[in-house]
């Protein structure tokens, strides 16, 4: 039982590029969230899936998509990476959205040129 | 505006010492706080908290929350070195949504 498991670990980007992060979970959660965490400001909801199919905004969701096509997976993406996205993306999941807590990924590291 | 408020941002303790963090907030339909600690990686969860002045324990830690005052506090007795960590504090609202405080970095010196 591996948990939430989430990749790349780390990554450089240029700015202008893409990519997508992967994030996966074998608890058979419903749902599943993705947050930035920048230094002094604690962890910020980017976007959120209530399950397989749906996503919905957070907090902070310029310049970010995700897609849920699998129950098990939910993607990040940055089409057009700005020095700005750099941070610590954290994936979590949790059976439900108020009664259980959510459960974390180890993170991905990313920088942007 | 919702908003999660830690303090102290950070302390340093000696081993043995107790340690008392603490949690304010204001955010509309408040459903549950909850508290992570966060070492190198990724928070790790340790209690979550929905009625006023029960008090939740694991070992050495324990914490309450006081729904009037809108606030929490989380107690470590007894410190040891492998408690140094960051402590987030989060508040879930009605639709399960999460908000986070900033965090309080402990360091425990032996």
């Known amino acids: 039982n591996a948990g939430v498991t989430q990749t790349p670990k780390f990554r450089v980007l240029k700015t202008g590029q893409s990519m997508t992060l992967l994030c996966a979970q074998d608890m058979n959660h419903e749902y599943m969230y993705w947050y930035r965490q920048d230094p002094g400001m604690g962890l910020r909801l980017i976007h959120y899936s209530v399950g397989e199919g749906t996503t919905a905004k957070g907090e902070v969701p310029d310049g970010y998509n995700v897609s849920r096509l699998k129950k098990q997976n939910f993607l990040l993406g940055l089409e057009s990476a700005a020095p700005s996205q750099t941070s610590v993306y954290f994936c979590a999941s949790s059976y439900s959205m108020s009664v259980t807590a959510q459960y974390f990924g180890p993170g991905t590291r990313l920088l942007v040129l | ?110």
């Not at chain 2, 304010?24 to 459903?31: G, P």
């Not at chain 2, 909850?34 to 009625?51: D, G, V």
């Open chain 2, 1 to 110: 505006e919702d908003k999660v408020v830690q303090s102290p941002l950070s302390l340093v303790v000696h081993e043995g010492d107790t340690v008392t963090l603490n949690c304010s907030y204001e955010v509309t339909n408040f459903r549950s706080l909850l508290w992570y600690k966060q070492e190198k990686k990724a928070p790790t969860f340790l209690f979550m908290l929905t009625s006023s002045g029960i008090e939740k324990k694991s070992g050495r830690l324990s914490s309450i929350l006081d729904k009037k005052e809108l606030f929490s506090i989380l107690n470590i007795t007894a410190t040891q070195t492998g408690d140094s960590a960051v402590y987030l504090c989060a508040v879930s609202d009605s639709w399960g949504k999460l908000q986070f405080g900033a965090g309080t970095q402990v360091v425990v010196t032996p």
